[in-house]
């Protein structure tokens, strides 16, 4: 499908992972883009030169380096967006790809007892040290089978999780959706045949450490996306999950231990791989679509069959 320049997508964290592709994605399809992101100067001469790529292609682009969760700059990103639209142009897409959260533990972790790796060092008559130094090299380098005996993740010993945590996580990752929702709904700025899709994981039913405030969120996303769906069908508004498989992104390495996510992902995987941004991507173009248009209150996992597969080998 080639979208038409008046169709816009409003992408919230726009200037890497998920949110980049789907940029990218939708532009090389003719969509028009605001993107919203929140980036500190040293990160520019990375970020500057993807955007222009897509200016580059012919695609129309506005970007604002703001703080997409502060209510009084929602307003002013609204007033520049419909300024950019002019009259004919409407908001086709609110993709909500805000990736902001604490990720601290519940509690003090209490180390287990590591009994596989001595034993092994035992048989092999090598010291322990030894044999633990050159499994971290291996695992490392690649070797994904080694995870279960490489050195654990190193979580942070002097914070933990508190109300505040979760509250300013459960907004950005997750009820912020609703805000923005709102704010395009009362300016009058959605189209008659809308797409409001927010980003997922398997941390929603699966407990990973250090996960617990971030996993609350993408909870409290997919509800009130849900919730979404039924309200403002009215509308023309159809609002889905997008449920990614573990993707290699700044997010994904910001979390401790991201190294085993990673290795047991490939290992569970039918395809062997990771997921990648640009999977997501072509699944939030799909959504897009006017064939997509009956899809509405899903939560869509994209992840080449991770879910479903019990193979870690």
Same mark, same amino acid.
């Given at each position: 499908?080639?979208?038409?320049?008046?169709?816009?997508?409003?992408?919230?964290?726009?200037?890497?992972?998920?949110?980049?592709?789907?940029?990218?994605?939708?532009?090389?399809?003719?969509?028009?883009?605001?993107?919203?992101?929140?980036?500190?100067? %040293?990160?520019?001469?990375?970020?500057?030169?993807?955007?222009?790529?897509?200016?580059?292609?012919?695609?129309?682009?506005?970007?604002?380096?703001?703080?997409?969760?502060?209510?009084?700059?929602?307003?002013?990103?609204?007033?520049?967006?419909?300024?950019?639209?002019?009259?004919? %142009?409407?908001?086709?897409?609110?993709?909500?790809?805000?990736?902001?959260?604490?990720?601290?533990?519940?509690?003090?972790?209490?180390?287990?007892?590591? *009994?596989?790796?001595?034993?092994?060092?035992?048989?092999?008559?090598?010291?322990?040290?030894?044999?633990?130094?050159?499994?971290?090299?291996?695992?490392?380098?690649?070797?994904?089978?080694?995870?279960?005996?490489?050195?654990?993740?190193?979580?942070?010993?002097?914070?933990?999780?508190?109300? !505040?945590?979760?509250?300013?996580?459960?907004?950005?990752?997750?009820?912020?959706?609703?805000?923005?929702?709102?704010?395009?709904?009362?300016? %009058?700025?959605?189209?008659?045949?809308?797409?409001?899709?927010?980003?997922?994981? !398997?941390?929603?039913?699966?407990?990973?450490?250090?996960?617990?405030?971030?996993?609350?969120?993408?909870?409290?996303?997919?509800?009130?996306?849900?919730?979404?769906?039924?309200?403002?069908?009215?509308?023309?508004?159809?609002?889905?999950?997008?449920?990614?498989?573990?993707?290699?992104?700044?997010?994904?390495?910001?979390?401790?231990?991201?190294?085993?996510?990673?290795?047991?992902?490939?290992?569970?995987?039918?395809?062997?791989?990771?997921?990648?941004?640009?999977?997501?991507?072509?699944?939030?173009?799909?959504? *897009?679509?006017?064939?997509?248009?009956?899809?509405? %209150?899903?939560?869509?996992?994209?992840?080449?069959?991770?879910?479903?597969?019990?193979?870690?080998?």
């Amino acid at each position: 499908m080639r979208f038409s320049q008046n169709q816009w997508a409003l992408i919230l964290g726009g200037s890497s992972g998920f949110g980049l592709a789907a940029a990218k994605k939708l532009a090389a399809h003719g969509m028009s883009l605001c993107v919203v992101h929140r980036d500190r100067r %040293g990160a520019m001469p990375r970020i500057e030169p993807e955007f222009e790529a897509i200016r580059r292609d012919g695609a129309t682009l506005l970007t604002l380096n703001v703080d997409a969760l502060d209510a009084a700059v929602r307003v002013e990103i609204l007033d520049r967006l419909a300024a950019a639209m002019g009259a004919e %142009g409407r908001v086709r897409v609110l993709l909500h790809s805000i990736a902001f959260g604490n990720l601290k533990l519940v509690a003090r972790e209490r180390a287990a007892e590591r *009994s596989a790796l001595p034993a092994l060092a035992a048989e092999l008559g090598i010291e322990p040290e030894r044999l633990a130094a050159a499994v971290d090299a291996l695992f490392a380098g690649g070797r994904d089978e080694l995870a279960a005996l490489a050195s654990p993740p190193a979580y942070p010993a002097s914070a933990f999780l508190d109300a !505040e945590d979760f509250a300013r996580t459960i907004h950005a990752m997750g009820t912020s959706l609703v805000d923005w929702t709102q704010a395009v709904l009362a300016r %009058g700025l959605f189209a008659d045949d809308a797409r409001v899709l927010g980003l997922t994981s !398997e941390g929603n039913q699966i407990a990973w450490k250090g996960y617990a405030a971030v996993a609350a969120a993408k909870v409290a996303l997919e509800s009130v996306s849900r919730a979404m769906a039924l309200e403002l069908a009215p509308y023309g508004i159809r609002s889905n999950v997008v449920q990614a498989g573990i993707t290699d992104t700044q997010a994904l390495r910001a979390i401790p231990g991201n190294a085993h996510l990673k290795a047991q992902a490939r290992l569970r995987n039918p395809f062997g791989r990771l997921t990648t941004p640009r999977d997501v991507a072509d699944v939030i173009y799909l959504l *897009s679509t006017d064939e997509a248009a009956w899809v509405n %209150g899903e939560v869509i996992r994209v992840d080449g069959g991770e879910h479903i597969s019990g193979s870690v080998a």
